[in-house]
């Protein structure tokens, strides 16, 4: 008998979803988990801040509540480790494709890069919380934030985040600029400015030359 852990005969793939708010996540992920499930993939589709009763509680607090970037930082962080044990760990151990609607990336882009947090610190938090595990990839949604703005403006009220102004979501975009720069390998960058059919064409062949 070998103690060795049994090994799905497929092994999960964990993608995330990634950009400024309007950006078009939640347009595409649906999109990519039907696709998914269309080449015989069991497919889980989870968000962050939540993914778990208790992360969901915390997304909550974080939409509605003011408070400073270190609590703001912490509460992130807090959700994003039930996240891992409870939900996201499980799936891919099973064989499952995790889609997040956002991951750590966002942490780094609206905490460090819009609240001007201390990177070092997210560094130690990304460590200590994640033990290793990053997305297989990260889709970024590239879109101008007036443009993002206006996509917003035409379909909803702004929460905590979306209330800020242009000038906020523009030091987002930079620190998912920076995020992609320094890992170019785990990142693909679609150009968010064009029609949604063409926003899906250039996901599914970046999904495509992955050869999953
Ligand atoms: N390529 C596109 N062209 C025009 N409108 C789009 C495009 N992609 C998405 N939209 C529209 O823009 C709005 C925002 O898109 P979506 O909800 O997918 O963004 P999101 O990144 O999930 O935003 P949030 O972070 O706020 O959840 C929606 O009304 C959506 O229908
Ligand atoms: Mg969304």
Same mark, same amino acid.
């Given at each position: 008998?070998?103690? $060795?852990?049994?090994? *799905?005969?497929? *092994? ?5 979803? !990634?950009?400024? @708010? ?10 990519? %988990? ?7 993939? !069991?497919?889980?589709?989870? =968000? ?7 992360? !969901? ?12 970037? $270190? ?8 959700? =994003? ?37 201390? $990177? ?21 949604? @590239? ?6 703005? !206006?996509?917003?403006?035409?379909? =909803?009220? *702004? ?7 242009? %000038? ?8 998912? %600029? ?12 679609? @150009?968010?400015?064009? *029609?949604?059919? %063409? ?14």
């Amino acid at each position: 008998m070998s103690d $060795l852990p049994v090994r *799905p005969a497929s *092994p999960g793939r964990f993608i995330s979803f !990634e950009g400024i @708010d309007g950006a078009g996540k939640s347009s595409h992920i649906e999109a990519t %988990a039907d696709w998914l499930r269309s080449r015989g993939h !069991e497919v889980l589709l989870t =968000r962050e801040p939540g993914g778990t009763p208790l992360a !969901e509680q915390l997304r909550t607090l974080l939409l509605q509540s003011p408070m400073d970037a $270190l609590s703001e930082t912490l509460l992130v962080f807090a959700a =994003r480790r039930d996240h891992l044990q409870a939900r996201i760990e499980p799936a891919l151990a099973r064989g499952a494709w995790v889609l997040s609607d956002r991951f750590t990336d966002a942490t780094f882009a609206y905490q460090g890069a819009g609240r001007g947090f201390d $990177l070092a610190v997210l560094q130690q938090l990304e460590t200590w919380v994640q033990q290793g595990r990053q997305p297989d990839l990260t889709v970024w949604f @590239d879109l101008p934030p007036a443009v993002a703005a !206006e996509r917003r403006a035409a379909v =909803r009220t *702004p929460d905590r985040f979306e209330q800020q102004d242009l %000038a906020f979501f523009q030091r987002v975009r930079d620190g998912y %600029a920076a995020r992609c720069a320094a890992d170019a390998g785990r990142f693909v960058r679609i @150009d968010s400015h064009q *029609p949604k059919e %063409a926003v899906w064409a250039d996901l599914r062949q970046a999904l495509e030359q992955r050869a999953w």
